[in-house]
DNA sequence: TACTGATAGTCAGCATACTGAGCAATATCC
DNA sequence: GGATATTGCTCAGTATGCTGACTATCAGTA
């Protein structure tokens, strides 16, 4: 019978799980509370000043009914800011605070660290490959989920 | 600035969530309503008739506390039975029921055809370099999670 | 045997993710 | 311009996954 172990499946959830992890101690470690998904959102609010929600989500592939409760934790936080928009009034516009701001720069090193144990296991040729095939089947398979990954309009 | 799309930790999330997305989608086509992480629960049960409940979350990788719900919810489907052990009253010895033999059954052409679809943007190469290195990282990385996969006892 | 530590399982609480539904506002089309 | 469709967001419900705590039981030892 074949393992579990064999199947592209199981690896994808243990290789999620074990990098969710390891960004949870590293971050842990340097005395910040946040999660991986909470980090992404906060970085790209910070490249995409005012953008929507619903753009925010695209840019990270997150479905929208995730991203309401990424963001309200966010703002209850203090890190983000959620306002009405005033070309759409649907929208909500986002922000990043000062106190944001400050948190992603030092956050940084151990983001940084966290994404190289999770490839401590793997030459550095061996790691960019891993990432190169990843990129490639991810999009192949972009349109898949719920959630696909958006470009940003111009 | 360093794309989120750079750091492997959100391509384990997003491959991952390819991967159930596309594994909910073949499972629940071919008429079924069972979940990756329920299908490798019972297909390890199946394998290993009455296991504890702290074995078989060893054996794919699980927290204790997540398997017990995984588990009342395979009771609750009819598709596996969960009883007090004799030799340990403490644990509970798992055995999957013919109904749960028959699910199984049925449905590996699914899981399989799911398979093959997140990896469809790879060459045949390309997916099995994807798995050896997503082999390689995750047992480098096995200690770092909660849940570590371990060994069954001999 | 009494004590100590470890183990099996469960539970409460929190944070993703999703399905599906609904509301309000905007776009589109005739 | 008015009906229709679409879009932005939220909510309820369900299923992982985790932390931390707790009970019951078992194992080892003094």
Redesign the interface.
């Known amino acids: ?1 074949k393992d ?20 949870l ?1 590293e971050v842990g470690d340097a005395g910040f509370d946040l999660t ?2 909470q980090y ?1 959102a906060l ?2 609010i910070k ?1 995409n000043p005012g953008l929507d929600q619903v753009t925010l989500a695209g ?3 997150y479905d929208r009914t995730t991203i309401t409760g990424v963001i309200d934790r966010l703002v209850q936080k203090g890190l983000a800011e959620r306002r009405a928009s005033r070309r759409d009034r649907r929208a909500r516009e986002l922000e990043i605070t000062d106190e944001g701001r400050r948190t992603l720069r030092k956050i940084t090193p151990a ?1 940084e660290s ?2 190289r ?6 030459s550095a040729k ?2 960019s ?3 190169r ?10 349109e ?4 696909p ?1 958006r470009q940003a309009q111009a």
């Open positions: 019978m579990n172990n064999d199947m592209p499946g199981h690896l994808a959830r243990r290789f999620q799980q074990i990098a969710v992890a390891v960004f101690a991986p998904v992404a970085a790209t490249a840019l990270i592939a983001v966290a994404q144990i999770m490839l401590r296991g793997l061996e790691g490959d891993l990432m095939l990843l990129h490639k089947a991810i999009a192949a398979g972009n898949l989920s719920r959630a990954l």
